[in-house]
């Protein structure tokens, strides 16, 4: 069992930043990957970005290259998101989620995804 807990979210203007944290308690040895997916009202779950735990490898969605970074830091369980230039289509709940599988190919596909916190809001105003 892995659990996990963010933070960090807020009301943000266009242009902003913002850090999002996600902590992890319980069995963490066990995942292979990290990833941060957001949801917006009426809209599915989308992948955002994904680091991998041993070598910390990173991957991220298209829409939020060279604005967001994700790194994590294994002493303290914990990873993070850094949000930077923010839009306001960047407004979602967004959520952290551990896996368990070791399968690279499906980091970006939230049904592989084992273990998920209760998200956090980020809100940003134009």
């Known amino acids: 069992q892995v659990e996990l807990v963010e933070s960090g979210g807020g009301l943000v203007q266009a242009g902003g930043s913002l850090r999002l944290s996600c902590a992890a308690s319980g069995r963490t040895f066990s995942t292979y990957a990290m990833g941060w997916f957001r949801q917006a009202p009426g809209k599915e779950r989308e992948f955002v970005a994904a680091i991998r735990r041993r070598d910390g490898i990173t991957y991220y969605a298209d829409s939020v290259k060279g604005r967001f970074t994700i790194s994590r830091d294994n002493a303290k369980n914990t990873v993070y998101l850094q949000v930077n230039s923010l839009k306001p289509e960047d407004t979602a709940v967004y959520y952290c989620?551990?896996?368990?599988?070791?399968?690279?190919?499906?980091?970006?596909?939230?049904?592989?995804?084992?273990?998920w916190g209760q998200g956090t809001q980020v809100t940003v105003s134009s």
């Open positions: 989620a551990a896996k368990l599988a070791p399968t690279a190919l499906t980091v970006v596909a939230a049904r592989t995804y084992d273990y």
